[in-house]
C-alpha cells in the first residue's frame, strides 16, 4: 500500500512541475523533475525502456530528505517523469532514501536496492545516520518495500567496517541468475574501499569479501562504486570524497575514480592495473552504468559538483541535471567516453568549414548556438614554428564567454568559465594533460544551454562544466596565438 508520504510528494511534484517553463530547463539532459537533483540511481532497462531514477528532494531546489524520482526514455535523451518511486517513509529510512540500483527479477518485477538512512543518537551525544541496504519491487512505476527490509546491516560488514557508512549498491546479475553487488564502505579511521556480496534471488544477500581497498591512495570515502567487465578488462568505477590532487589527476576534492584490471569471474577477484579520473572537468560525480540491450555499456552521472551546487537562490524551483549518457569502452588499459550514438539522430543543419588557416581570433559563419554538437580538428601551420594555444570560446556576447583551450607544448587542455557570469570565488578552471602528436587536437563540443561536455580526441579525456550564462549569449569564436589549420563541423541540436 502505497504510503501518504509517497502520495504527497506525487501530488506535490505534478502541481509544482507546471510552474517550470520548459525553456528554462536543458532540451536533451534529464533535469530535476522539481526541486533537487542528485545521484543517478537505477539505471537499468525494463519493459522495452531505460529507467532512470536519482536522488531526489522535491520540496525544495537544495539537499534534503531523499526520495527517489523517476523518468523513463527510449533514446537516452528525450526523458519522460513518471511519479516519485520511493519516500522516506519507513523507520529504517525514515531519514532518507539514499543511492542504488535496479536489475529485473525472474518473475519480470523490477528491484530495486537502495539505502536507506536512519539518524541515531551515539553514546557522545553526536547525532549519526545509521546506513542499511533495503529493497523495493515493482512494476516500473509503483514499487512496494520489501518486508524482510533492510536487507544488509552493520552485521553483514567485515571486522572494521563503518556503519556510518555504507551505502550505494549497485547490483548486476550472473549468468547463473544469481546477483551480485558492490557497496561503497570506509573502515572506522574513514579510509575507504569496495564490498562485494551476493544473493541467489535479490532479497537474501550475504558478504563475500573486500572487492577494492584504497589503502589511503585516493581521498577518503568511496561512494557509489559500479563494476563490469569491459573489452577483456574488468571496470571498477567509484566516487571517492576528499581527494588531494596527483600531477593533472584527481582534482575534484569529491571526485571521480576508474580503476581498471583484470576480473576473475568465477572466484570474483579484482586485481587493478591501472587508475584514473574518470572525468577531468569541474562537474561531474557519481557516475552509474547499465548494460544495453545491444551490448553498449552506458555511463550517466550528475553534473555537477558538491562545492557548488549550494549557491542558487531557494526560490529557483529545480537544480541538478545529470551529464550526457555516454558509450565506454576500454583501449590500452584507458576509459573511452563518448556521447551515446542516439545524439546523432537530433543533428540539424550541417555547418561544415574545413582547412581555415588563422592566427588572432575567428568566427565562422553558420557557427554559433547554445544546443551544438561541434567536431574542430586543430594542426599547426608550421611543425617547426608551433602555435602556443588555441582556444574555442562560446556561450560568448561582449562580456561573457566559457572556453577549452589546448596549449601544445604542454600539452595542456583547460575548460574555463570565469567568465560565463558567475559572481562566486568558485572553481572556475579545471585542467588535463592530453596525448597530442605534433601539436593536433581533435575536440567535440556538446553544448546543451546551461552545459559543456567536451570530448578529447575521441574521447580519451572529457571535461564537464556546467554554466548559467543568459541564453542570449550565444556566440562561438576561436582563438590562436601562432598560425593553426582548423576544421569545423557544426550541427544545430534539434
Known amino acids: 500500500m502505497m504510503s501518504q508520504t509517497l502520495r504527497d510528494a506525487r501530488k506535490y511534484e505534478e502541481a509544482m512541475e507546471r510552474k517550470i517553463d520548459k525553456a528554462a530547463r536543458p532540451d536533451f539532459h534529464l533535469a530535476a523533475r522539481v526541486g533537487w537533483m542528485n545521484d543517478p540511481n537505477g539505471f537499468s532497462y525494463y519493459k522495452g525502456e531505460y529507467h532512470l531514477f536519482y ?7 537544495h539537499w534534503g530528505p531523499m526520495h527517489w524520482g523517476h523518468a523513463v526514455s527510449e533514446d537516452l535523451l528525450h526523458w519522460r517523469y513518471l511519479p516519485a518511486a520511493l519516500a522516506p517513509d519507513m523507520d529504517y529510512d525514515r531519514d532518507g532514501c539514499f543511492s542504488g540500483s535496479a536489475a529485473v527479477l525472474p518473475d519480470g518485477r523490477h528491484l530495486l536496492l537502495y539505502t536507506g538512512v536512519s539518524r541515531e543518537a551515539q553514546p557522545d551525544g553526536s547525532i549519526r545516520d545509521i546506513q542499511t541496504q533495503c529493497v523495493a519491487v515493482g512494476d516500473g512505476m509503483d514499487y512496494d518495500k520489501y518486508t524482510g527490509s533492510p536487507v544488509l546491516t552493520e552485521k553483514d560488514l567485515p571486522e572494521g567496517g563503518s556503519r556510518f557508512d555504507f551505502r550505494d549498491p549497485k547490483i548486476w546479475q550472473k549468468p547463473d541468475g544469481s546477483y551480485r553487488c558492490v557497496i561503497g564502505n570506509c ?38 562504486p559500479d563494476c563490469f567487465v569491459l573489452d577483456g578488462k574488468g571496470v571498477l568505477l567509484t566516487s571517492p570524497q576528499d581527494m588531494l590532487p596527483q600531477g593533472f589527476e584527481y582534482h575534484n576534492g569529491n571526485g571521480t575514480l576508474c580503476l581498471i584490471g583484470s576480473y576473475d569471474e568465477k572466484t570474483d577477484t579484482f586485481t587493478e592495473e ?8 569541474i562537474d561531474f560525480y557519481a557516475p552509474q552504468t547499465v548494460l544495453a540491450p545491444d551490448g553498449r555499456r552506458i555511463m550517466i552521472g550528475w553534473m555537477q559538483n558538491w562545492d557548488t551546487c549550494n549557491l542558487h537562490t531557494p526560490e529557483q524551483l529545480w537544480f541538478g541535471q545529470m551529464s550526457l549518457p555516454r558509450e565506454l569502452s576500454v583501449r590500452n588499459g584507458r576509459l573511452y567516453q563518448k556521447p551515446v550514438r542516439e ?31 561541434m567536431e574542430v580538428t586543430v594542426r599547426p601551420v608550421d611543425t617547426e614554428n608551433m602555435y602556443r594555444k588555441f582556444a574555442v570560446r562560446f556561450a560568448q556576447d561582449d562580456a561573457h564567454q566559457t572556453s577549452v583551450s589546448f596549449r601544445p607544448y604542454e600539452s595542456i587542455v583547460k575548460v574555463d568559465r570565469k567568465f560565463s557570469g558567475s559572481r562566486r570565488a568558485i572553481i572556475h578552471q579545471r585542467r588535463c594533460l592530453v596525448n597530442s602528436k605534433d601539436g593536433t587536437i581533435k575536440m567535440r563540443i556538446i553544448l546543451d544551454k546551461f552545459s559543456a561536455e567536451v570530448f578529447v580526441n575521441d574521447g580519451e579525456h572529457v571535461l564537464t562544466a ?21 576544421d569545423v563541423v557544426k550541427y544545430e541540436l534539434k
Open 55 to 61: 536522488q531526489y528532494h522535491p520540496y525544495d531546489s
Open 343 to 373: 545524439l546523432e539522430a537530433l543533428r540539424g543543419e550541417e555547418v561544415r568549414h574545413g582547412n581555415v588557416t588563422f592566427t588572432d581570433v575567428v568566427r565562422l559563419a553558420g557557427v554559433e548556438g547554445r544546443k551544438v554538437d
Open 274 to 281: 591501472h587508475d584514473q579520473s574518470i572525468d577531468y572537468g
Open 466 to 486: 556546467t554554466m548559467y550564462t543568459d541564453l542570449a549569449a550565444d556566440g562561438i569564436s576561436f582563438f590562436a596565438d601562432g598560425a593553426v589549420s582548423m
Open 187 to 224: 573502515t572506522e579511521q574513514g579510509d575507504g574501499r569496495i564490498l562485494l556480496y551476493s544473493s541467489p534471488d535479490g532479497m537474501n544477500w550475504k558478504y563475500e569479501k573486500i572487492l577494492a581497498a584504497n589503502n589511503q591512495r585516493f581521498g577518503r570515502m568511496w561512494e557509489c
